[in-house]
């Protein structure tokens, strides 16, 4: 849950196809089921006359690595998000996003955002071009653009950019269970059914262990290592009436929490669900047991668009308030995915500590003020 995009599911390419994590989240009517596991059983025939069968049992079920390729779908997207620390106490936030739209052009898109959070200074970078700038590879992706390399295979993955000034090189290693996004109640872990918008493919990586360096300017390179979390999302899928808020959370005490609110164009909630994970298990949360309450708004100063900034998430195991680090965290991505999104990095308090990412996507697109906050 994260978050393509995130016009579609993480952020849009509205030129060719539009996009929809997001935090990630990658969204949709969708819960979360941990792999590796056992197969679930074969339903009896009462149960099968009584069960309606699911559009998405047609399809092959998720394989990895190989899975971790390109597809050639409409729509595909690779995203990274994560709190980085610095040696000498320093400490970093980021997004990269790798999104590759299929309509009557191919094109592939991608974004950056680097955050000091000591000083609040941000460094974003956007680049768009036609085709499939990567190697083909059988069970991975390696995508080289613009002086950005990302790539990865399995459990393991590798991130290097050089943008105005900054450069960021890290290696990142997977040590826990793949996370395969379900709906609730489904039976096929790692596809997601839209209804009329189609299915998607959609699983996660939600703690990557990152390591690796960063400098700005001339300053001397800094050591960098923290979680990272990693969603992989493709299908031929449209879900652009669609907007969310979608929050991926470590917490202090190890266990991971995504958590997403869909709303219309009007604003109006449409879903509220998510998962609650950790190293040994992940359970996906039905939309009675949580509840997500805005608590402030900012609107920006360049686009006036209003965000939701501050959150009271309802879990089954108590209330947590969500908070941003800054509050200008707005991507302008209308020179390359043709939309503006709200993405950074965010702080938890409450009935337990932790901090993570949040995405707020289509708000620009609300025919309706105020919006998802007002209720």
Same mark, same amino acid.
């Given at each position: 849950?994260?978050?393509?995009?995130?016009?579609?599911?993480?952020?849009?390419?509205?030129?060719?196809?539009?996009?929809?994590?997001?935090?990630?989240?990658?969204?949709?009517?969708?819960?979360?089921?941990?792999?590796?596991?056992?197969?679930?059983?074969?339903?009896?025939?009462?149960?099968?006359?009584?069960?309606?069968?699911?559009?998405?049992?047609?399809?092959?079920?998720?394989?990895?690595?190989?899975?971790?390729?390109?597809?050639?779908?409409?729509?595909?997207?690779?995203?990274?998000?994560?709190?980085?620390?610095?040696?000498?106490?320093?400490?970093?936030?980021?997004?990269?996003?790798? !999104?590759?739209?299929?309509?009557?052009?191919?094109?592939? +898109? &991608?974004?950056?955002? /680097?955050? #000091?959070? =000591?000083?609040?200074?941000?460094?974003?970078?956007?680049?768009?071009?036609?085709?499939?700038?990567?190697?083909?590879?059988?069970?991975?992706?390696?995508?080289?653009?613009?002086?950005?390399?990302?790539?990865?295979?399995?459990?393991?993955?590798?991130?290097?950019?050089?943008?105005?000034?900054?450069?960021?090189?890290?290696?990142?290693?997977?040590?826990?269970?793949?996370?395969?996004?379900?709906?609730?109640?489904?039976?096929?872990?790692?596809?997601?059914?839209?209804?009329?918008?189609?299915?998607?493919?959609?699983?996660?990586?939600?703690?990557?262990?990152?390591?690796?360096?960063?400098?700005?300017?001339?300053?001397?390179?800094?050591?960098?290592?923290?979680?990272?979390?990693?969603?992989?999302?493709?299908?031929?899928?449209?879900?652009?009436?669609?907007?969310?808020?979608? !929050?991926?959370?470590?917490?202090?005490?190890?266990?991971? +929490? &995504?958590?997403?609110? /869909?709303? #219309?164009? =009007?604003?109006?909630?449409?879903?509220?669900?998510?998962?609650?994970?950790?190293?040994?298990?992940?359970?996906?949360?039905?939309?009675?047991?949580?509840?997500?309450?805005?608590?402030?708004?900012?609107?920006?100063?360049?686009?006036?668009?209003?965000?939701?900034?501050?959150?009271?998430?309802?879990?089954?195991?108590?209330?947590?308030?969500?908070?941003?680090?800054?509050?200008?965290?707005?991507?302008?991505?209308?020179?390359?995915?043709?939309?503006?999104?709200?993405?950074?990095?965010?702080?938890?308090?409450?009935?337990?500590?932790?901090?993570?990412?949040?995405?707020?996507?289509?708000?620009?697109?609300?025919?309706?003020?105020?919006?998802?906050?007002?209720?």
């Amino acid at each position: 849950m994260r978050t393509k995009h995130r016009r579609g599911m993480r952020t849009y390419l509205a030129v060719l196809l539009a996009v929809v994590a997001v935090a990630g989240a990658g969204l949709g009517y969708l819960g979360f089921w941990s792999e590796p596991g056992p197969a679930a059983a074969a339903p009896t025939d009462a149960r099968a006359a009584a069960e309606p069968v699911e559009r998405t049992a047609a399809l092959p079920p998720l394989k990895l690595p190989a899975d971790d390729a390109a597809h050639g779908s409409g729509m595909e997207w690779w995203y990274y998000s994560g709190i980085l620390n610095a040696q000498g106490g320093g400490r970093y936030a980021f997004h990269v996003a790798v !999104f590759v739209a299929n309509a009557l052009v191919k094109h592939t +898109v &991608m974004h950056v955002a /680097l955050v #000091d959070l =000591q000083s609040g200074k941000r460094y974003t970078r956007q680049s768009r071009t036609g085709g499939l700038p990567a190697r083909v590879s059988a069970s991975g992706f390696d995508f080289s653009q613009d002086g950005w390399q990302i790539a990865g295979s399995g459990p393991d993955h590798s991130i290097r950019m050089s943008f105005d000034g900054v450069s960021l090189d890290l290696k990142l290693r997977d040590a826990g269970q793949v996370v395969a996004h379900r709906a609730a109640g489904s039976q096929t872990p790692g596809l997601l059914d839209f209804g009329e918008s189609g299915i998607s493919y959609y699983y996660s990586r939600p703690r990557m262990a990152a390591q690796g360096h960063l400098r700005i300017g001339d300053k001397p390179a800094l050591a960098l290592e923290g979680p990272v979390w990693f969603d992989h999302q493709w299908g031929d899928f449209d879900v652009t009436r669609l907007g969310w808020n979608w !929050f991926a959370l470590h917490l202090s005490d190890g266990s991971d +929490v &995504m958590v997403y609110e /869909l709303f #219309d164009a =009007q604003g109006r909630s449409v879903t509220t669900t998510g998962t609650l994970g950790s190293a040994a298990d992940s359970r996906p949360l039905a939309p009675d047991e949580v509840a997500l309450t805005p608590l402030r708004r900012w609107t920006s100063p360049r686009t006036q668009v209003a965000y939701a900034l501050e959150w009271k998430l309802k879990l089954p195991g108590g209330e947590l308030r969500v908070q941003p680090f800054f509050d200008n965290s707005e991507f302008d991505a209308s020179a390359s995915s043709a939309n503006i999104y709200w993405e950074g990095p965010i702080k938890v308090s409450g009935s337990a500590q932790g901090e993570g990412f949040m995405e707020l996507s289509g708000y620009e697109r609300l025919r309706a003020a105020p919006g998802p906050a007002a209720k």
